[in-house]
């Protein structure tokens, strides 16, 4: 089973970011394989602060680095995914 991590960079009380976690969460329950998604408070890290404090929420692919901005829609993160996963 591949394991694939992905990060969403957001922060405490924005309400865009709570709508792409529930996207992104109701995304990943659609694939078959172990995704696993981490939040990142941008706030709370000073290197994500100064590099994505104007565009979040972004969901971010470790292993290989790709980002996704927001506004994204179901059907992006779906490919995103499935880009990801190949």
């Given amino acids: 089973m591949i394991n694939s991590r992905l990060v969403l960079?957001?922060?405490?009380?924005?309400h865009l970011c709570e709508q792409a976690e529930k996207?992104?969460?109701?995304?990943?329950?659609?694939?078959?394989t172990e995704l696993v998604l981490n939040k990142i408070d941008i706030v709370d890290e000073?290197?994500?602060?100064?590099a994505y404090e104007l565009i979040?929420?972004?969901l971010c692919h470790v292993e290989s680095g790709q980002e996704l901005h927001w506004p994204f829609t179901e059907q992006q993160v779906q490919?995103?995914?499935a880009e990801i996963l190949d």
């Avoid at 960079?9 to 924005?14: D, H, I």
């Avoid at 000073?46 to 100064?50: C, Q, R, S, V």
């Fill in 46 to 50: 000073t290197e994500y602060l100064a």
């Fill in 56 to 58: 979040i929420p972004v």
């Fill in 9 to 14: 960079l957001g922060t405490e009380g924005c």
């Fill in 23 to 32: 996207l992104v969460l109701w995304v990943m329950a659609q694939f078959p």
């Fill in 79 to 81: 490919l995103f995914v």
